[in-house]
C-alpha cells in the first residue's frame, strides 16, 4: 500500500511537470517591470493631460512656422557660412519638433513607442549571444529599480529644462536692454530678431518641461506605500517564479527520492549486500550512487525551469551549477582523496582501529558521516564528518586488545596520586569517587596520560622490615618461617581475608647496617575498596609480631615500598627516645 501511494504521488508531480500550467509561463509581471511593447501605460482621460497636450500642440504650429521661415531664408542666402549656419538651425528646429510630436503621441495614447518600436537585432556576436544569456538575470534587476530610475530621470530632465528657462530669461532680458537703450533702427530691428529667437527657444522648452513635468507626476502617482508594494511583489512572485522554484525544489527532493527508493530496492535483491559485508563493489556502487543521484536531481530541477520557461531562475540555477564545478576543480585533489576514503582504500579504513584525539576506537561505518565505536566508554559512539579523517591512520587490531584501561565501578591509581573509583566514562571526561566521597573529573584524554593503574584486577602490597645484625643466625629461615606464621593468623581475622590470594615472607639482603626481610601480600580485585585500609593493617600487625618475639628493629628500619613512597622518618624528626619509638612507626606503609 506504502509502494502504492508513493507510486501515485510520482505520476503527479511529474504530470504537473510535463504539463504545467499556463499561469506558469504567463505569470503577473512583477512589480516595477517594464511595459510591454503596446501596452497602455495610463487612460488618458486626465483634465492635466489635456491641458499638456494643447500647450505641446501650441509650440508645434509655432516651430513649424520657424521651419517654414528657416526654410524660405536658406533660399535666400547667398554664402556658404550663412547657409551652413541656417541649416544647422532648421536641423535643431526639426529635432524640437519631432521630440514635441513624440511626447505629444505618448501622452494622448499612453504608450511607449520606444517598446513599440523596438525591433530585434540580425546581427550575430558571441559576445552578444553571452550577454543575451545573461540577460534575464539583469533584465530582472533592472526591473526591480525601473521605476525609481525613471523617476531620478525625469527629475534630471525637469532640472535641466529650468535652467534652460531661467538661461533663455536672462538673454530675452539682456536683449531688452539693448532695444531700449539703441537708437538705430537697424540695430534695433535686429536685436528684435535675436528676442524673438530666444522667446522661441524659452517658449520651446517650456512646453518640454511642461510635458516632462506631466510624466514625473504621474509616475509619482503610481506610487504606492513600501507595505502595500511589498504584499504585491510577494503575491506576484509565488504566483509565477515563486511556483517555478517551488517545483524546481520539489523536482530535486523527488529525484533524490526516487533513488533512494530504488537503491533500497535494488540492495535488497542485490547479492553484493546479501553477505553483509561492504566489498569494494559494494562501496563503488554507493559512490556511483551519490554522484548519480546529485547529477539527475539537478537535471530535474533545471528541466522544471525550461519547461516553464522561467530563464531568471534557470540562469541563476545554471551559474549556481558552474560555480559549483568551478569550485570542484580547485578542490579535485581533495575530493579525490575522500574518494579513496569512501572506497575503503585510504589511510583510515573500516573495521579498524584508530586513535582520535587521544582515545582509541573502532572504524565502525566509513562514510560521508563516519561512526566511531568505543565499547568500553558510556555515549561511545561517534559521528565524525569524512575530512576529520584526513591525515589520520588506522590499523588492524587483535580482538583481546583493550579499548579502555578500566571499566565503570572499578579502582585506578593515577600518576598524580589520586586513588578512586570510576564512576563515569564518556568521550568528553572521567570521573572518579574518592574514598570519603569526594569526586574528582578529568578529560578523558587526559586521564589516559595520567597511566591509570586498575587495581580492581588484582594488585600487591610489599612491606620490607630490616632487623638488627643481633638476628642474623635466625634471619635467613627461622624468623621469616615464624613471622608468616603469627602474621596470618592476624590477617585471618581481617575482613579482607578471604580476597588474599597469596602471602609470602622472605629473606631479601643484607644491608650495611640491617638484614632485610620482604612481605609480599597478594590480593584479588575485591580487596580494592580495602587498599586505604590495607596499607595500614599490614605494617600494623608486622611491628606487633616484631614486639611479640622481641626482634630489634633498629633506627628507619621498617619501609613500605608503595612504588614511590620516600623511605625515612620526615626531615624535622628529633631524636628523643619517644620520638625514637615514633620514627620505628613511621617507617610503617602510610
Known amino acids: 500500500m506504502k509502494t502504492r501511494t508513493i507510486l501515485l504521488a510520482l505520476c503527479i508531480i511529474l504530470g504537473m511537470l510535463v504539463f504545467p500550467a499556463s499561469d506558469l509561463v504567463y505569470?503577473?509581471?512583477?512589480?516595477?517591470?517594464?511595459?510591454?511593447?503596446?501596452?497602455?501605460?495610463?487612460?488618458?482621460?486626465?483634465?492635466?493631460?489635456?491641458?499638456?497636450?494643447?500647450?505641446?500642440?501650441?509650440?508645434?504650429?509655432?516651430?513649424?512656422?520657424q521651419i517654414d521661415q528657416k526654410e524660405q531664408e536658406l533660399q535666400l542666402v547667398k554664402t556658404e557660412g550663412q547657409k551652413a549656419r541656417v541649416l544647422k538651425e532648421l536641423t535643431e528646429l526639426n529635432t524640437h519638433l519631432a521630440a514635441l510630436i513624440r511626447d505629444f503621441q505618448q501622452i494622448a495614447t499612453g504608450v511607449s513607442l520606444e517598446a513599440y518600436a523596438a525591433k530585434p537585432k540580425q546581427s550575430f556576436d558571441w559576445r552578444e549571444e553571452l550577454q543575451d544569456a545573461l540577460g534575464p538575470i539583469v533584465k530582472e534587476l533592472q526591473n526591480m529599480t525601473a521605476r525609481p530610475r525613471e523617476i531620478e530621470r525625469l527629475r534630471g530632465e525637469v532640472g535641466y529644462d529650468?535652467?534652460?528657462?531661467?538661461?533663455?530669461?536672462?538673454?530675452?532680458?539682456?536683449?531688452?536692454?539693448?532695444?531700449?537703450?539703441?537708437?538705430?533702427?537697424?540695430?534695433?530691428?535686429?536685436?528684435?530678431?535675436?528676442?524673438?529667437?530666444?522667446?522661441?527657444?524659452?517658449?520651446?522648452?517650456?512646453?518640454?518641461?511642461?510635458?516632462?513635468?506631466?510624466?514625473?507626476?504621474?509616475?509619482?502617482?503610481?506610487?504606492?506605500?513600501?507595505?502595500?508594494s511589498f504584499q504585491n511583489f510577494v503575491k506576484s512572485f509565488f504566483k509565477s517564479r515563486g511556483r517555478n522554484f517551488i517545483l524546481a525544489l520539489a523536482a530535486f527532493g523527488l529525484v533524490l527520492f526516487l533513488f533512494r527508493f530504488l537503491r533500497r530496492f535494488i540492495f535488497r535483491l542485490s547479492p553484493l549486500?546479501?553477505?553483509?559485508?561492504?566489498?569494494?563493489?559494494?562501496?563503488?556502487?554507493?559512490?556511483?550512487?551519490?554522484?548519480?543521484a546529485f547529477v539527475g536531481a539537478a537535471g530535474a530541477s533545471l528541466l522544471v525551469l525550461y519547461i516553464s520557461e522561467d530563464w531568471v531562475l534557470l540562469s541563476f540555477a545554471v551559474l549556481f551549477l558552474l560555480g559549483m564545478i568551478w569550485t570542484a576543480r580547485q578542490t579535485l585533489p581533495k575530493f579525490w582523496t575522500q574518494a579513496k576514503f569512501l572506497l575503503n582504500l585510504g589511510t583510515v579504513r573500516e573495521n579498524e582501529r584508530i586513535v582520535y584525539q587521544g582515545i582509541p576506537w573502532i572504524v565502525q561505518s566509513l562514510n560521508f558521516n563516519t561512526q566511531l565505536l568505543n565499547p568500553q566508554l558510556?555515549?561511545?559512539?561517534?559521528?565524525?564528518?569524512?575530512q576529520e579523517l584526513m591525515g589520520l591512520?588506522?590499523?588492524?587490531?587483535?580482538?583481546?586488545?583493550?579499548?579502555?584501561?578500566?571499566?565503570?565501578?572499578?579502582?585506578?591509581?593515577?600518576?598524580?596520586?589520586?586513588?578512586?573509583?570510576?564512576?563515569?566514562?564518556?568521550?568528553?571526561?572521567?570521573?572518579?569517587?574518592?574514598?570519603?566521597?569526594s569526586r574528582k573529573t578529568y578529560p578523558t584524554a587526559d586521564f589516559l596520560k595520567q597511566n591509570p593503574n586498575n587495581i580492581s584486577l588484582g594488585f600487591r602490597l610489599s612491606t620490607t622490615l630490616r632487623l638488627d645484625y643481633r638476628h642474623q643466625g635466625e634471619s635467613t629461615r627461622e624468623i621469616p618461617e615464624r613471622l608468616k606464621q603469627a602474621a596470618w593468623r592476624e590477617l585471618k581475622q581481617e575482613e579482607f581475608a578471604k580476597d588474599i590470594l597469596k602471602f609470602r615472607v622472605e629473606f631479601k639482603e643484607a644491608q650495611?647496617?640491617?638484614?632485610?626481610?620482604?612481605?609480599?601480600?597478594?590480593?584479588?580485585?575485591?580487596?580494592?575498596?580495602?587498599?586505604?585500609?590495607?596499607?595500614?593493617?599490614?605494617?600494623?600487625?608486622?611491628?606487633?609480631?616484631?614486639?611479640?618475639?622481641?626482634?630489634?628493629?633498629?633506627?628507619?628500619?621498617?619501609?613500605?615500598?608503595?612504588?614511590?613512597?620516600?623511605?625515612?622518618?620526615?626531615?624535622?624528626?628529633?631524636?628523643?627516645?619517644?620520638?625514637?619509638k615514633g620514627r620505628r612507626l613511621w617507617g610503617l606503609w602510610r
Open 27 to 65: 505569470g503577473e509581471p512583477s512589480a516595477g517591470a517594464d511595459t510591454a511593447p503596446g501596452e497602455p501605460i495610463r487612460a488618458p482621460n486626465d483634465s492635466a493631460a489635456i491641458l499638456t497636450l494643447k500647450t505641446i500642440m501650441d509650440s508645434v504650429g509655432g516651430l513649424r512656422q
Open 162 to 228: 529650468e535652467k534652460q528657462i531661467a538661461t533663455a530669461k536672462s538673454a530675452i532680458q539682456n536683449v531688452q536692454k539693448l532695444i531700449l537703450e539703441t537708437q538705430d533702427q537697424e540695430l534695433r530691428n535686429e536685436l528684435e530678431g535675436v528676442e524673438k529667437q530666444w522667446k522661441q527657444k524659452e517658449q520651446q522648452i517650456s512646453s518640454q518641461l511642461a510635458a516632462v513635468q506631466y510624466q514625473l507626476s504621474e509616475k509619482l502617482k503610481e506610487q504606492k506605500p513600501f507595505l502595500e
Open 273 to 292: 549486500r546479501s553477505s553483509g559485508e561492504r566489498t569494494f563493489y559494494t562501496r563503488l556502487s554507493d559512490l556511483l550512487y551519490q554522484v548519480v
Open 378 to 386: 558510556k555515549g561511545g559512539m561517534l559521528r565524525l564528518p569524512l
Open 393 to 437: 591512520r588506522s590499523r588492524p587490531y587483535d580482538p583481546e586488545e583493550p579499548w579502555f584501561p578500566c571499566k565503570e565501578n572499578e579502582w585506578v591509581m593515577l600518576a598524580d596520586g589520586t586513588m578512586g573509583r570510576v564512576v563515569l566514562q564518556s568521550p568528553e571526561m572521567v570521573e572518579l569517587r574518592l574514598v570519603g566521597g
Open 512 to 580: 650495611s647496617s640491617s638484614l632485610d626481610l620482604v612481605i609480599l601480600v597478594d590480593f584479588a580485585g575485591k580487596a580494592a575498596k580495602h587498599y586505604d585500609q590495607l596499607t595500614r593493617t599490614i605494617p600494623r600487625i608486622t611491628v606487633e609480631v616484631c614486639n611479640k618475639f622481641g626482634w630489634v628493629i633498629p633506627f628507619s628500619q621498617i619501609t613500605i615500598h608503595t612504588g614511590g613512597v620516600p623511605e625515612g622518618p620526615p626531615e624535622n624528626a628529633d631524636s628523643s627516645p619517644l620520638q625514637s
